[in-house]
């Protein structure tokens, strides 16, 4: 554990846990499934600690659903509801984009989908609003990023990091090292995606995901999201991605695989990625009945790596210090590409840290294409 937790902050973690897992039964026994959890003990609950560990998680709507039940403490179901009324507020401004944004994509002739987000919300619980904030999570073609790019900046939206000449000149640097550009601006960010995956062949190519979407209802408009076994191994992804440390991804693992009644088809990197992150979800919040995964075809996994990054950093959820590039040592990066043969993606880590942290410095370099073909022996 790192130095930087208090006990009083792991304790509330450990507490939110319990709290979830409680809570997630109580979902999957309105859902007529017979699951038991013991109601968790909050003797000595603090509520600052502890609010702040829900608002890290990201899961305020769901304690403050089952709070009441719970016999959550005044004081901090006070700071709960608040949280989640907040989160509840800026997720509306979420469904009232995102099909705007989409629209605006359609009406140029550029496929799109959006994931994550409202989308995911609403697949998971039926409602547009239970995960609260966030980004406008858009996915499109790899060749359609220029065009894409263009239609947003003319909104009014701007690039995170880079200019949009240095996006022209690293492009070909940019589009094999990281998979988004994120894009700033009101009254949502929105993410542009050219693959779901920061690894590569962790989920099927974008294309495939556009072909198979479906289209659900956000708020009377028509959304274009991944399809559901899709969503079912994104949301996995996401979990990995976060190095394990996410009760949101957890919750949202959880809701997606108790809907599911037909098995999976996952075969290769992406089902040892994914049944690793199903196999963590179960072990820390359960929520599924006894053999359910076994039902779905996800094989065992081992989950002990998982389970370390957690417990490491289950205390600092919105750390951005992921496991990756040249800050981080060998084991927490072998760990975290695990699934993507580590020696094979090396280049690619270190090529995504030199170019998030310089390329914004630098003038257009001579030949991006070149460097990548050096690199990587592709074009």
């Known amino acids: 554990m790192p130095s930087t937790a208090s006990a009083a902050q792991v304790r509330q973690v450990d507490v939110l846990v319990d709290v979830a897992r409680w809570a997630l039964a109580r979902e999957a026994q309105a859902a007529g499934l017979a699951i038991a959890a013991p109601l968790p003990d909050l003797a000595g609950l603090d509520p600052l600690p502890f609010c702040s560990a829900v608002r890290g998680h990201r899961v305020s709507p769901l304690v403050a659903e089952h709070g009441d039940d719970l016999g959550l403490p005044h004081a901090a179901m006070e700071q ?39 989308a995911l919300s609403l697949l998971t619980t039926g409602l547009a609003t239970d995960r609260g904030n966030g980004d406008v ?52 960010q929105v993410d542009l995606h050219w693959s779901v995956t920061q690894e590569h062949g962790l989920l099927p190519p974008t294309a495939d995901l556009l072909a198979r979407a479906q289209v659900i209802d956000v708020l009377g408009a028509p959304v274009t999201t991944l399809g559901d076994d899709d969503t079912l191994l994104a949301a996995c992804y996401h979990l990995h991605h976060d190095a394990y440390r996410s009760l949101r991804h957890v919750v949202d693992v959880i809701r997606l695989l108790r809907s599911r009644t037909a098995p999976v088809v996952w075969q290769g990197r992406p089902a040892a990625m994914a049944a ?81 942290r310089l390329a914004p410095r630098l003038e257009a370099p001579v030949n991006a294409a070149g460097i990548v073909q050096a690199v990587t022996g592709r074009r």
């Open 80 to 118: 709960v509801q608040e949280l989640a009324t907040q989160e509840a507020l800026a997720a509306m401004t979420l469904a009232v984009q995102t099909p705007r944004v989409l629209d605006l994509l359609a009406a140029a002739g550029i496929p799109a989908l959006a994931y994550k987000g409202v």
């Open 137 to 188: 999570d858009l996915l499109v073609h790899e060749c359609d990023i220029p065009a894409a790019l263009g239609l947003l900046q003319a909104q009014g939206l701007r690039l995170e990091v880079f200019s949009p000449a240095q996006v022209e000149h690293w492009w070909p640097l940019i589009r094999w090292s990281t998979r988004e550009l994120l894009l700033l601006g009101t009254p949502a």
């Open 276 to 356: 690793e992150s199903a196999r963590l979800a179960v072990a820390l919040v359960g929520g599924l009945p006894q053999g359910h995964l076994e039902a779905l075809g996800i094989p065992p996994a081992p989950i002990a790596p998982a389970l370390r990054q957690w417990q490491a950093h289950r205390h600092d959820p919105m750390t951005r210090d992921r496991p990756a590039g040249l800050t981080s040592t060998f084991t927490e990066t072998r760990d975290s590409y695990r699934h993507s043969r580590f020696v094979r993606e090396l280049p690619r880590i270190a090529s995504t840290y030199l170019l998030m």
